[in-house]
């Protein structure tokens, strides 16, 4: 939307989750993108605020100013601010112009950490009373920390703080002092990249597999057989490599493989290269006895044999295509929230972590 938008004619908006408490559909970092014409993508909530949201972000647009919003759900009073979220939660959203010609403004931040193949801390001043133009202010931090955020922040304090962030690897709100010793506070967001999925194989099923990656929005890696492989899987995947060139992707820590060959001779060939390799997630279909055999066959040490998964995905009795692929993609999300996949009936605490 960023990207398509005419800035002759219309001007945009960004509207941030910058603080929760108790309970939120969804989580600091959730984003909603407004233009002045009315259009939006993204979302801050399941629905209930973004129709507030979408008249407040237009009149940041209009006034050229930055503004916090609470909406205080705690009591359930939809007289309170015209809806009802039935979520009983407390939600501070920060509204933001955006100047298409400034660099330092939050959709081109983000396009930033896009492209960067580690996480980063993104630090937001999310209450600066006695200077209110410091609100809103952005710096990004890398996780070797050599960038310079002293320029406008006390530097002491935010040090500490930023390694809670990195220890933490979750959103941190603190409170510092400026370059002039007056009091604001500061939103460290912890951004992981961009999940990548390598999907080994290139038969039918693989296409249902990209579909519904796509709608989570992870980068796309497949490995077959180009030959095989249909012109849609092309226009769809990042990338495509064959079998053969499975050396070359670059992985992460933030990468998951999974093994749709259906054929015993392949995964047995692809099992000792991705292992060598550093994945967060590495899963392969078929049956339990076919995975043990492999085990026999390749002479895999104890430790190889945990980080696979195999039979791969959870247990939801999924029989088509697309189903398969919504247990896989459960499993890989389970694996990288360090979740057991249970239903959240049987949990006893919060369904997300306190920050």
């Not at 993104?122 to 200077?131: A, D, G, K, P, W």
């Not at 990209?210 to 796309?220: R, S």
């Not at 006895?289 to 492999?294: D, L, N, Q, S």
């Not at 791969?312 to 389970?334: F, K, M, R, V, Y």
């Amino acid at each position: 939307m960023y990207d398509a938008t005419d800035f002759s004619k219309e001007k945009l908006a960004l509207a941030t989750v910058v603080n929760i408490e108790e309970s939120s559909y969804r989580r600091v970092g959730a984003r909603m993108l407004v233009s002045s014409l009315g259009h939006w993508t993204g979302g801050i909530s399941g629905g209930c605020l973004e129709g507030d949201a979408l008249r407040r972000s237009q009149k940041a647009i209009f006034t050229n100013q930055q503004t916090i919003v609470t909406y205080d759900t705690l009591d359930d009073d939809t007289n309170e601010i015209g809806v009802g979220l039935g979520c009983n939660g407390k939600i501070d959203v920060l509204f933001s112009p955006l100047d298409h010609l400034n660099q330092n403004q939050p959709i081109k931040n983000l396009k930033t950490i896009v492209q960067n193949n580690e996480p980063v801390i993104l630090l937001h001043v999310i209450e600066s009373i006695h200077q209110p133009l410091l609100l809103g202010y952005q710096k990004i931090i890398s996780l070797d920390g050599k960038e310079n955020y002293f320029e406008k922040l006390e530097a002491e304090s935010v040090t500490t703080e930023i390694q809670k962030a990195r220890l933490r690897r979750r959103p941190h709100i603190f409170k510092t002092k400026d370059r002039q010793g007056r009091q604001i506070k500061v939103l460290a967001e912890y951004i992981k990249p961009e999940l990548r999925l390598i999907i080994v194989g290139d038969n039918y099923d693989v296409l249902a597999m990209v579909n519904l990656v796509l709608e989570l929005g992870w980068e796309i890696i497949i490995v077959g057989r180009k030959k095989k492989m249909s012109k849609t899987l092309f226009e769809k995947a990042h990338a495509i490599y064959q079998y053969e060139e499975i050396d070359q992707i670059p992985t992460n820590e933030y990468t998951s493989v999974v093994l749709m060959t259906h054929d015993f001779e392949w995964d047995q060939k692809m099992v000792p290269l991705l292992l060598r390799k550093k994945f967060a997630y590495i899963g392969m279909l078929g049956p339990k006895k076919r995975w043990k055999k492999m085990q026999q066959t390749l002479d895999l040490t104890p430790n190889q044999i945990e980080k696979v998964y195999a039979p791969i995905g959870l247990d939801i009795g999924a029989e088509s295509p697309e189903e398969i692929a919504i247990s896989i993609l459960s499993e890989i999300i389970a694996v990288f929230r360090q979740r057991n996949g249970q239903s959240l009936l049987l949990r006893e605490t919060s369904i997300h972590d306190r920050y």
